[in-house]
T-cell receptor, first 114, second 115 residues
């Protein structure tokens, strides 16, 4: 069974600063994918970034980067130069590469202060 | 990018009513779609996996006779909440995948309120 743990129910950051959202996972699979999604208060789920378990380099997408440490089973999301519009709930999720079923963490509510 | 359209966005109806929610992939074919339920301040909980042309696979504890799923085409899956009651009030959100292991793309969700 797969499990995702997000230990930070809430995080605060000043505008323009960087913030790291923690995510650890547990799986017995050798091949898996890790995802981060953003959910604003309006409810939609916005895909941010993906990391495959065999990817040697950390994934980056604009201001988002994924700090993937396979030995520690962690996949932290780093948001650089925070903006007010980054305030939202952030979910870490994983799936088996051979399958599609996503397992979500409990989420982290990020608040960006002006 | 891949777009998933979900309709309606909001539903308010009386107890006992059946409610149908549609999930469409607009610019890709989704052989597999997923239905999630989310209570306030909680994470997404997978209800069922919908496969085009076959029966849906339900998660443990989800009543298949209450939550009817139909995936009649590669671009459309529907969830029908039959004889809805106040405890069915929740946020329902669907997603579609373009390929195994690829990111799922989500609809905007449906807020269901049963009076």
């Amino acid at each position: 069974a797969q499990k995702i743990t997000q230990t930070q129910p809430g995080m605060f950051v000043q505008e323009k600063e960087a913030v790291t959202l923690d995510c650890t996972y547990d799986t017995s699979d050798q091949s898996y994918g890790l995802f981060w999604y953003k959910q604003p208060s309006s409810g939609e789920m916005i895909f941010l970034i993906y990391q495959g378990s065999y990817d040697e380099q950390n994934a980056t997408e604009g201001r988002y980067s994924l700090n993937f440490q396979k030995a520690r089973k962690s996949a932290n999301l780093v948001i650089s130069a925070s903006q007010l519009g980054d305030s939202a709930m952030y979910f870490c999720a994983m799936s088996q590469t051979s399958g599609s079923r996503l397992t979500f963490g409990e989420g982290t509510q990020l608040t960006v202060n002006p | 990018g891949a777009v998933v359209s979900q309709h309606p966005s909001w539903v308010i109806c009386k107890s006992g009513t059946s409610v149908k929610i549609e999930c469409r992939s607009l610019d890709f074919q989704a052989t597999t779609m997923f239905w999630y339920r989310q209570f306030p301040k909680q994470s997404l909980m997978l209800m069922a996996t919908s496969n085009e042309g076959s029966k849906a696979t339900y998660e443990q504890g989800v009543e298949k006779d209450k939550f009817l799923i139909n995936h009649a085409s590669l671009t459309l899956s529907t969830l029908t909440v039959t004889s809805a009651h106040p405890e069915d009030s929740s946020f329902y959100i669907c997603s579609g995948e373009q390929g195994k292991g690829q990111p799922q793309h989500f609809g905007d969700g449906t807020r269901l309120s049963i009076l």
